[in-house]
């Protein structure tokens, strides 16, 4: 159980474009959910929080209408890099919280998208 | 008062030994102390997690030992074997909240 997918997993696109991640709790419900960029080598660095059918909580220094993050329903959240350049490179990773019994704080990570702008 | 401090930041230990990492934090509202397992190119895995009214928790050959007072805790990997080789980080919070995460220690098994 437990289970967090992420799609695409890797991708590729041109300065300028945008691009769309999936985040989807497969066998429960996600009450939070948190998305995540990655440096190589470094540590994980929150980038917002969202609950279902509310607004996301962005971190200071995250670009709310760089990084559109929808969360509309309890098994799905999305992150969208709008107008995405070279510097917008990295390693994004999403998790998923079900605040319910058990450990309340557990999250799951996603398996990452590997995201490159030529 | 969020940080979290994770020592050391890489660690070789040879095949069948005892790999210790270290975290420390400052917020004494934490309430769940995870540790995950991140192999390159893929999402970090929950490997095992302690609330503060236990001292201990093991679960096969990873430890956590928690220390209240001193507000650290500690991941030990007993008998170490190659397949551990990977990026572990401990991190922590409170209900209702992100977690923090340590920067990362990238444990080397040697065979």
């Known amino acids: 159980g437990a289970v967090v997918s992420q799609h695409p997993s890797r991708v590729i696109c041109k300065s300028g474009t945008s691009v769309k991640i999936e985040c989807r709790s497969l066998d429960f419900q996600a009450t939070t959910m948190f998305w995540y960029r990655q440096f190589p080598k470094k540590s994980l660095m929150l980038m917002a929080t969202?609950?279902?059918?509310?607004?996301?909580?962005?971190e200071q220094g995250v670009e709310k209408d760089k990084f559109l993050i929808n969360h509309a329903s309890l098994t799905l959240s999305t992150l969208t890099v709008t107008s995405a350049h070279p510097e917008d490179s990295s390693f994004y990773i999403c998790?998923?919280?079900?605040?319910?019994?058990?450990?309340?704080?557990?999250?799951?990570f996603g398996p990452g998208t590997r995201l490159t702008v030529l | 008062q969020q940080q979290v401090k994770q020592s050391p930041q890489s660690l070789i230990v040879q095949k069948g030994g005892i790999s210790i990492i270290n975290c420390a934090y400052e917020?004494?509202?934490?309430?769940?102390f995870p540790w995950y397992q991140q192999f390159p190119g893929k999402g970090p895995a929950l490997l095992i997690a302690i609330r503060p009214d236990v001292s201990e928790k093991k679960e096969g050959r990873f430890t956590i030992s928690f220390n209240k007072s001193a507000k650290q805790f500690s991941l030990h990997i007993m008998d170490s074997q190659p397949g551990d080789s990977a990026t572990y980080f401990c991190a922590a919070g409170e209900a209702g909240t992100a977690l923090i995460f340590g920067k990362g220690t990238t444990l080397s098994v040697s065979s």
């Open positions: 998790s998923a919280r079900s605040g319910a019994g058990g450990f309340y704080n557990e999250q799951f």
């Open positions: 917020n004494t509202a934490f309430d769940y």
């Open positions: 969202s609950n279902e059918g509310s607004k996301a909580t962005y």
